[in-house]
């Protein structure tokens, strides 16, 4: 009974690394050692560098919405006036009075929506009105709620509800509204909203107001926005749209419902008789798979940014992205993570930035970083492969060792700036081919370079196959574009390629020509291809593949054929030579971040696993040495709930309490050294294993079953 | 009840006015004016008038006591969200008729009210008048302090003044009448207009510019189409107000005389049956209906709003979103059948003797436990996930999208119950773009 195997559980991570303080300052940075020195400039590093993210993923999230919320300013500002210049229509007069009302469709990644809907009310109080209200579904549990958030956020102060609220009412002294117990409903608002248009109409220029409401007309319209349409509660939300609807008249009212899954939802949640006082038009805002892509675009897939993530780091986030959020916001926020992580832990990080201030900053390298270096794995690597004296000089000479390093980062330096151009290129080129087998998105591309020689994996080489196959037309097509990127890099290579590129794709043209004169030959290599455009499915496809070989064994390859063959052993060629990965260039530990473990284990907590660990093995969180576990065994001085749950772990879907709180016993008298048969159970035992149960009832391992008496349920979930 | 009760006290062309005003509610025009009786008479205390949306009962009430002149206070009830609203709003309206009235009255309760109603009553400047009290949308009464219907229903007799309040609802008095026993009001009902009734009251707003008889046609038209599924009045009259224009172009083009009704008619049914699936259900805004009128795109497809169904969801939570699919719809005793890897060949004859014939499908979404949803996740997700805080976290973003709905009470920490609210149509949408052949696990397809 008292020896069980404790490994039962699974350990999906290892050990967390002892360093868990998150840095919330500068100071954590410098008080660590001695060096304060480098670690300030790492600090300031990381600072520049965050602030170049924010700056750049808000400017990205400012391009991407533009379109959808100027079309939502217009939409405000015309429904207005829409709906008031033509009040003495026929028409106008007849028809219901609807509430313009703009679903506002933006996905589920709730957490990014946040900033789009600050960036518009920005831009309404901007250019429309200067009455813009947000409301979250969470405030408004009721429709008193939620008529109070309205008037707070228009009139500006507060208003208690029911007159005995705990708060003491404020004086109502703002904007010289007499001090008279304001009601809480709309027809206040609608008294204030009078008193206010009024006040800027009228000649009253003592008011600020006037200035204000001036270039917004007479009546500027009263936005409310819902910003999680699907958390309000549908009567809340139809009896507010009754009475606002009931003052459409006298309250120009335009909503803005913020709607996460799909704009049926309007429909669900709201009967015919309250959808019909409202006007809906709809607004797709652009999904969040896009917005990721030009983050990728702007921050990973450049050499503008310094910090790189490795491959399983890239994969952490991403996954957590398509698996589990959609959230832009979170993925930054990560990537925010693992660039403190980088600059808190590598000490070498101080050389994570430009080109020129990063062979600046390794000619002032102390004597300590330099051991730094010579301790990093890519860099032993490539000491390995230097000849003796120069191995000897390396290890020895610090000066030597600068030089070689302003070198080594020049040569990372140099291989991003091929890089991402060939990288690109690849992707124009495959990323249309049937089946992606290199992926739909550069992203997949990236992290399968990142990972291992891309040119070694089946995707690669089917991917090349059907390049191979590829008609003139799809080629030169592909073949221009790569042309448009290739010009926006710079450098040596990258224009040897663009040259190179340029003669293949004047070969082709000049080929056409040449064609044209003989059509016969042409005729005949042409139809398999055209067969081979219109498949999609990879069977048929490849045995087109295999007839072709045939053919071709047979037959003379065309000058076409010869050409693309040459063309797309080149771009082979170019990919074999830039999209090394990363981990073969001596000194990537400087810019590259891969420490997936921690990544994951801050951004992807697994609380069950980690009650788990503390339970099987207290040690881990409990650092005193008596509980260092000792080959399964039960330790009698571990606390009682380890005890209860190892021994709960050896018992059925039932486990009788009676057995159990024996086998406790047993088990905690062992301490004692007595080892009588039959351990005492005294009152002091009996609550010590009383309460460990109730723990571990608490934390979800069993429950209270009315199956069997004195027995209780192992969960499920339990055991995971 | 008199039919053609003279009312001595109102002025015969009042009564023709409101006659003119009111057509099609002769009967229940004079039935209210026999019930108000004479001004400083004592009247019923309480009267309920309930009938369809826009059958006019709050038309004909404030018209009646507007063009009489009767003093009175007319309160919406869902604008009224607490008590305290509710009676000020009545005592504010009341304020011009009792300059008495101050104007920093304390009224929280019922008892204030009726302390306040007591005192004015006795200032004696109405001549004993009746005041009428009309409460629109009592319904939402039923909602508030459980004193509030039966106090008002029997104002009357507890302020002891001259006081009569008018209900007026949608729902019938059973369902109002409090458990506890009140004062019954008199019941009154506005029945529906007939086709003939609405066709007479939505002529009375032609177009100024068209002849009577035109629009009569058109009202006529309109009424055809639409007289099966709608019967309210303010979107008969909406509906009229927005295809107008498009009945009359041929008008204006010359390519149709007026006396041509068929022809009229022809060009005209088509758009209005578009309308019925897409303005009527507010589909497509009625903006976007005129634009696309005036743009003459015939056969400009507008995309109404439920067909946008499509909703991208992040990958393990289309997979919980299946596994709570199946969770609702399949009884928990079929799912060894489905999820364990060696189910030990259950024969399928024994385990197919459905005993509940009827399909899950009909009977809706059971709700399960969530313990069941991981199980079920588990076994449908091919890969291995590790169950983390992310998990959790997207099981209740799905409650929060409303695609899941929590059962029972929200503060169950040990094992909530969830319920899967999503469409068949839905789920396999989703079920496609991951690759999983959803009917397959679905106990009602087997
Ligand atoms: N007899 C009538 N003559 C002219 N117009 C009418 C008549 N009856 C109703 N209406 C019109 O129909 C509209 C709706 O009527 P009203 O608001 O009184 O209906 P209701 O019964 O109170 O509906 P609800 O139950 O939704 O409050 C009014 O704006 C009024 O103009
Ligand atoms: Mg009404």
């Given at each position: 009974?008292?020896?069980?195997?404790?490994?039962?559980?699974?350990f999906?991570?290892?050990?967390?690394?002892?360093?868990?303080?998150?840095l919330s300052?500068?100071?954590?940075f410098?008080d660590?050692?001695?060096e304060s020195?480098?670690s300030?400039?790492?600090?300031?590093?990381l600072q520049?560098?965050w602030?170049?993210?924010?700056?750049?993923t808000?400017?990205?999230?400012?391009?991407?919405n533009?379109?959808?919320?100027d079309?939502l300013?217009?939409f405000?500002?015309t429904?207005?006036?829409?709906?008031?210049?033509?009040?003495?229509?026929?028409?106008?007069r007849?028809?219901?009075?609807e509430?313009?009302t703009?679903a506002l469709v933006l996905?589920v990644?709730?957490?990014?929506?946040?900033?789009?809907f600050q960036?518009?009310?920005?831009?309404?109080?901007?250019s429309?009105t200067?009455?813009v209200?947000?409301?979250?579904?969470?405030?408004c549990?009721?429709?008193?709620?939620?008529v109070?958030?309205?008037?707070?956020q228009?009139?500006?102060y507060?208003?208690?509800?029911?007159?005995?609220?705990?708060?003491?009412q404020p004086k109502?002294?703002?904007?010289g509204i007499?001090k008279k117990?304001?009601?809480c409903s709309i027809?206040t608002?609608?008294e204030w909203y009078?008193?206010?248009?009024?006040d800027?109409?009228?000649?009253?220029?003592?008011k600020?107001?006037k200035?204000?409401?001036g270039?917004?007309g007479?009546?500027p319209p009263i936005?409310?926005i819902?910003?999680?349409l699907?958390s309000?509660?549908s009567k809340?939300?139809?009896?507010f749209?009754i009475?606002c609807?009931?003052?459409i008249h006298?309250?120009?009212?335009?909503?803005?419902?913020?709607?996460?899954t799909?704009?049926?939802?309007?429909h669900?949640?709201?009967p015919?008789?309250?959808?019909?006082?409202?006007?809906?038009?709809?607004?797709q805002?652009?999904?969040?798979?896009k917005?990721?892509?030009?983050?990728?675009?702007k921050l990973?897939?450049?050499?503008s940014f310094?910090?790189k993530?490795?491959?399983k780091t890239?994969q952490v986030?991403?996954?957590i992205?398509?698996?589990h959020?959609?959230?832009v916001?979170?993925?930054?926020?990560g990537l925010q993570?693992s660039?403190?992580?980088?600059?808190?832990?590598?000490?070498l990080s101080?050389?994570c930035c430009d080109?020129?201030?990063?062979?600046?900053?390794a000619?002032v390298l102390?004597s300590?970083e330099c051991?730094?270096?010579?301790q990093?794995?890519?860099f032993?690597?490539?000491?390995?492969?230097q000849?003796?004296d120069e191995q000897?000089?390396?290890l020895?000479?610090?000066?030597?060792?600068?030089?070689?390093?302003?070198?080594l980062?020049k040569?990372?330096h140099?291989?991003h700036?091929?890089?991402y151009?060939?990288?690109?290129?690849l992707?124009?080129l495959?990323s249309?081919l049937?089946k992606?087998?290199l992926?739909?998105?550069i992203?997949?591309?990236?992290?399968?370079c990142?990972e291992r020689?891309?040119?070694?994996?089946?995707?690669y080489?089917?991917?090349?196959q059907l390049l191979r196959?590829?008609a003139k037309?799809?080629?030169?097509?592909?073949f221009?574009?790569?042309?448009e990127?290739?010009?926006y890099?710079k450098?040596?290579?990258i224009?040897?390629?663009?040259?190179?590129?340029e003669t293949f794709?004047?070969?082709f043209q000049?080929l056409d020509n040449?064609s044209?004169d003989?059509?016969?030959?042409?005729?005949?290599?042409?139809?398999?291809?055209k067969?081979?455009?219109?498949?999609?499915?990879?069977?048929h496809l490849?045995?087109?593949?295999?007839e072709?070989?045939?053919l071709?064994?047979n037959k003379?390859l065309?000058k076409?054929e010869m050409l693309?063959l040459e063309?797309i052993?080149?771009i082979d060629?170019i990919?074999k030579?830039h999209?090394?990965p990363?981990?073969?260039?001596a000194?990537?530990e400087v810019v590259y971040y891969s420490?997936?473990?921690?990544?994951?284990k801050?951004?992807n907590?697994a609380?069950?696993?980690?009650?788990?660990?503390?339970?099987?093995?207290?040690?881990?969180?409990?650092?005193n040495e008596?509980?260092q576990?000792?080959?399964g065994?039960?330790s009698s001085?571990a606390p009682d709930?380890?005890i209860?749950?190892?021994?709960?772990l050896?018992?059925?879907r039932l486990?009788?309490l009676y057995?159990w709180l024996?086998a406790?016993?047993?088990?905690?008298?062992a301490?004692?050294g007595?080892?009588t048969e039959?351990?005492?159970i005294d009152d002091?035992?009996h609550a010590?294993?009383?309460?460990?149960?109730?723990?571990?009832?608490?934390?979800g391992?069993?429950?209270?079953?009315?199956?069997k008496?004195?027995?209780?349920?192992r969960?499920?979930?339990?055991?995971? | 009840m008199?039919?053609?009760?003279p009312f001595?006290?109102?002025?015969k062309?009042v009564?023709l006015r409101l006659?003119?005003?009111?057509?099609c509610r002769?009967?229940?025009?004079?039935?209210l004016?026999s019930?108000?009786?004479?001004?400083?008479?004592?009247s019923?205390p309480s009267?309920l008038?309930?009938g369809?949306r826009?059958t006019?009962?709050?038309?004909?009430?404030?018209t009646?006591l507007?063009?009489?002149?009767?003093?009175h206070?007319?309160?919406?009830m869902?604008?009224c969200?607490t008590p305290r609203?509710?009676?000020?709003?009545i005592l504010?309206?009341?304020?011009?008729l009792?300059p008495?009235l101050?104007?920093?009255?304390?009224?929280?309760?019922?008892?204030d009210?009726i302390?306040?109603?007591r005192?004015?009553?006795?200032s004696?400047v109405?001549d004993q008048q009746t005041?009428?009290?009309?409460?629109d949308?009592?319904?939402?009464?039923?909602d508030m302090?459980a004193n509030l219907?039966p106090?008002f229903l029997?104002?009357?007799?507890?302020?002891g003044g001259?006081?009569t309040v008018?209900?007026?609802?949608?729902i019938?008095?059973e369902?109002?009448?409090?458990?506890t026993?009140?004062?019954?009001p008199?019941?009154?009902?506005?029945?529906?207009?007939?086709?003939?009734?609405?066709?007479q009251i939505l002529?009375?707003d032609?177009?100024?510019e068209?002849?009577d008889?035109?629009?009569?046609?058109?009202?006529n038209?309109?009424l055809g189409v639409?007289y099966?599924?709608?019967?309210?009045l303010c979107?008969l009259?909406?509906?009229?107000?927005?295809?107008?224009s498009?009945?009359c172009?041929?008008?204006?083009k010359?390519?149709?005389?007026?006396?041509?009704?068929?022809?009229?008619?022809?060009?005209?049914?088509?758009h209005l049956?578009k309308a019925?699936?897409t303005v009527?259900l507010r589909e497509?805004?009625?903006l976007?209906?005129?634009?696309?009128?005036d743009t003459k795109?015939?056969t400009?497809y507008?995309?109404g709003?439920s067909?946008y169904?499509?909703?991208d969801?992040?990958y393990y939570s289309?997979f919980?979103?299946?596994?709570?699919?199946?969770?609702?719809f399949?009884?928990?005793?079929?799912d060894?059948?489905f999820?364990?890897k060696?189910?030990?060949?259950m024969?399928k004859v024994t385990f197919?003797?459905?005993?509940?014939?009827t399909?899950n499908?009909l009977l809706g979404?059971k709700p399960f436990?969530?313990?069941?949803?991981?199980?079920i996740f588990y076994?449908?997700v091919?890969s291995?996930?590790?169950?983390t805080a992310?998990?959790f976290s997207?099981?209740s973003?799905l409650?929060?999208?409303?695609l899941l709905?929590l059962?029972?009470?929200?503060?169950?920490?040990?094992?909530p119950k969830?319920?899967c609210t999503?469409s068949?149509d839905?789920?396999?949408?989703?079920?496609?773009?991951?690759n999983?052949?959803i009917?397959?696990?679905?106990?009602?397809?087997?």
């Amino acid at each position: 009974m008292t020896t069980s195997s404790v490994s039962k559980g699974c350990f999906v991570f290892k050990p967390a690394s002892k360093k868990q303080r998150i840095l919330s300052a500068g100071d954590y940075f410098h008080d660590e050692d001695e060096e304060s020195a480098s670690s300030k400039l790492r600090f300031e590093t990381l600072q520049s560098l965050w602030q170049q993210i924010k700056l750049e993923t808000d400017s990205i999230q400012e391009e991407l919405n533009k379109n959808i919320l100027d079309s939502l300013a217009e939409f405000a500002r015309t429904s207005t006036t829409f709906f008031r210049s033509k009040t003495d229509e026929w028409t106008f007069r007849m028809r219901s009075s609807e509430i313009p009302t703009a679903a506002l469709v933006l996905g589920v990644n709730v957490t990014d929506h946040n900033m789009t809907f600050q960036n518009l009310s920005e831009l309404l109080h901007q250019s429309v009105t200067p009455y813009v209200v947000g409301l979250d579904a969470k405030d408004c549990p009721s429709l008193k709620h939620t008529v109070q958030k309205v008037l707070l956020q228009l009139m500006g102060y507060h208003l208690s509800v029911e007159e005995d609220e705990e708060e003491p009412q404020p004086k109502a002294n703002i904007s010289g509204i007499p001090k008279k117990r304001i009601q809480c409903s709309i027809a206040t608002l609608c008294e204030w909203y009078q008193t206010v248009t009024k006040d800027s109409n009228g000649l009253s220029p003592s008011k600020k107001r006037k200035s204000t409401l001036g270039k917004f007309g007479q009546n500027p319209p009263i936005v409310v926005i819902f910003k999680d349409l699907e958390s309000f509660t549908s009567k809340v939300l139809q009896e507010f749209i009754i009475i606002c609807s009931q003052y459409i008249h006298q309250l120009p009212f335009i909503f803005i419902f913020g709607i996460a899954t799909s704009p049926a939802t309007v429909h669900r949640m709201l009967p015919h008789s309250v959808s019909s006082h409202l006007c809906i038009e709809l607004f797709q805002s652009l999904s969040c798979t896009k917005h990721l892509a030009t983050v990728m675009d702007k921050l990973i897939l450049t050499t503008s940014f310094p910090f790189k993530l490795n491959g399983k780091t890239l994969q952490v986030l991403l996954s957590i992205f398509l698996f589990h959020d959609f959230s832009v916001r979170n993925f930054i926020k990560g990537l925010q993570l693992s660039l403190m992580e980088h600059f808190y832990n590598q000490p070498l990080s101080v050389l994570c930035c430009d080109k020129h201030k990063a062979s600046k900053r390794a000619q002032v390298l102390s004597s300590e970083e330099c051991e730094n270096v010579r301790q990093l794995p890519s860099f032993m690597r490539y000491v390995e492969n230097q000849e003796p004296d120069e191995q000897v000089k390396l290890l020895t000479d610090d000066h030597h060792l600068k030089e070689v390093v302003q070198q080594l980062l020049k040569q990372l330096h140099l291989y991003h700036k091929n890089y991402y151009p060939v990288l690109r290129c690849l992707h124009i080129l495959t990323s249309s081919l049937p089946k992606y087998p290199l992926g739909k998105q550069i992203r997949e591309l990236h992290s399968m370079c990142l990972e291992r020689n891309v040119w070694e994996t089946e995707e690669y080489k089917s991917a090349f196959q059907l390049l191979r196959l590829m008609a003139k037309d799809e080629l030169l097509t592909g073949f221009n574009k790569c042309l448009e990127i290739l010009t926006y890099g710079k450098g040596k290579v990258i224009n040897e390629v663009q040259e190179k590129l340029e003669t293949f794709v004047k070969l082709f043209q000049e080929l056409d020509n040449i064609s044209l004169d003989y059509k016969e030959d042409d005729g005949e290599d042409t139809s398999p291809q055209k067969g081979f455009q219109q498949k999609t499915d990879l069977f048929h496809l490849q045995k087109t593949l295999l007839e072709m070989k045939e053919l071709k064994k047979n037959k003379k390859l065309t000058k076409f054929e010869m050409l693309r063959l040459e063309a797309i052993d080149f771009i082979d060629h170019i990919v074999k030579k830039h999209l090394l990965p990363p981990e073969y260039l001596a000194l990537h530990e400087v810019v590259y971040y891969s420490c997936s473990g921690t990544l994951r284990k801050h951004l992807n907590a697994a609380p069950r696993t980690a009650i788990q660990t503390a339970l099987n093995n207290p040690y881990k969180y409990l650092p005193n040495e008596s509980l260092q576990s000792d080959g399964g065994a039960i330790s009698s001085t571990a606390p009682d709930i380890c005890i209860a749950y190892k021994l709960h772990l050896e018992c059925g879907r039932l486990i009788n309490l009676y057995d159990w709180l024996e086998a406790f016993g047993t088990v905690v008298s062992a301490t004692e050294g007595n080892d009588t048969e039959s351990p005492v159970i005294d009152d002091v035992k009996h609550a010590r294993f009383i309460r460990a149960v109730s723990e571990l009832e608490f934390v979800g391992f069993v429950k209270p079953t009315k199956k069997k008496t004195d027995h209780v349920a192992r969960l499920t979930w339990g055991g995971c | 009840m008199p039919d053609q009760t003279p009312f001595p006290t109102y002025m015969k062309d009042v009564l023709l006015r409101l006659k003119k005003q009111l057509p099609c509610r002769d009967n229940e025009v004079s039935m209210l004016l026999s019930l108000f009786g004479e001004p400083q008479h004592y009247s019923y205390p309480s009267i309920l008038i309930y009938g369809h949306r826009a059958t006019g009962k709050t038309f004909v009430t404030q018209t009646v006591l507007q063009e009489l002149k009767l003093p009175h206070a007319f309160v919406s009830m869902v604008e009224c969200f607490t008590p305290r609203l509710l009676f000020q709003q009545i005592l504010s309206q009341l304020s011009s008729l009792y300059p008495s009235l101050d104007e920093e009255f304390h009224c929280e309760t019922l008892n204030d009210f009726i302390r306040i109603f007591r005192q004015l009553s006795t200032s004696n400047v109405l001549d004993q008048q009746t005041v009428y009290i009309v409460i629109d949308q009592a319904e939402v009464l039923r909602d508030m302090d459980a004193n509030l219907l039966p106090g008002f229903l029997r104002l009357q007799e507890l302020v002891g003044g001259n006081i009569t309040v008018i209900f007026l609802t949608e729902i019938v008095w059973e369902k109002f009448r409090p458990n506890t026993g009140c004062l019954e009001p008199i019941l009154f009902y506005f029945p529906d207009y007939t086709k003939a009734e609405l066709q007479q009251i939505l002529c009375k707003d032609r177009h100024p510019e068209f002849s009577d008889d035109l629009y009569a046609t058109y009202i006529n038209i309109l009424l055809g189409v639409f007289y099966a599924v709608c019967r309210d009045l303010c979107e008969l009259r909406h509906l009229a107000a927005l295809n107008f224009s498009k009945f009359c172009e041929p008008l204006l083009k010359g390519e149709v005389r007026e006396s041509d009704t068929h022809k009229l008619w022809r060009s005209i049914e088509p758009h209005l049956r578009k309308a019925m699936q897409t303005v009527y259900l507010r589909e497509v805004s009625s903006l976007q209906w005129e634009m696309m009128q005036d743009t003459k795109e015939e056969t400009g497809y507008l995309k109404g709003l439920s067909a946008y169904t499509h909703v991208d969801l992040p990958y393990y939570s289309k997979f919980l979103l299946i596994a709570a699919y199946l969770a609702s719809f399949n009884p928990a005793r079929t799912d060894k059948r489905f999820f364990l890897k060696h189910h030990g060949k259950m024969k399928k004859v024994t385990f197919l003797k459905k005993h509940e014939k009827t399909s899950n499908h009909l009977l809706g979404p059971k709700p399960f436990p969530l313990d069941r949803l991981l199980a079920i996740f588990y076994s449908i997700v091919d890969s291995r996930v590790a169950s983390t805080a992310n998990i959790f976290s997207q099981i209740s973003s799905l409650v929060t999208l409303q695609l899941l709905t929590l059962v029972g009470h929200s503060d169950q920490l040990d094992s909530p119950k969830y319920k899967c609210t999503v469409s068949m149509d839905f789920i396999c949408a989703i079920a496609r773009t991951v690759n999983f052949d959803i009917v397959r696990y679905l106990y009602d397809f087997l």
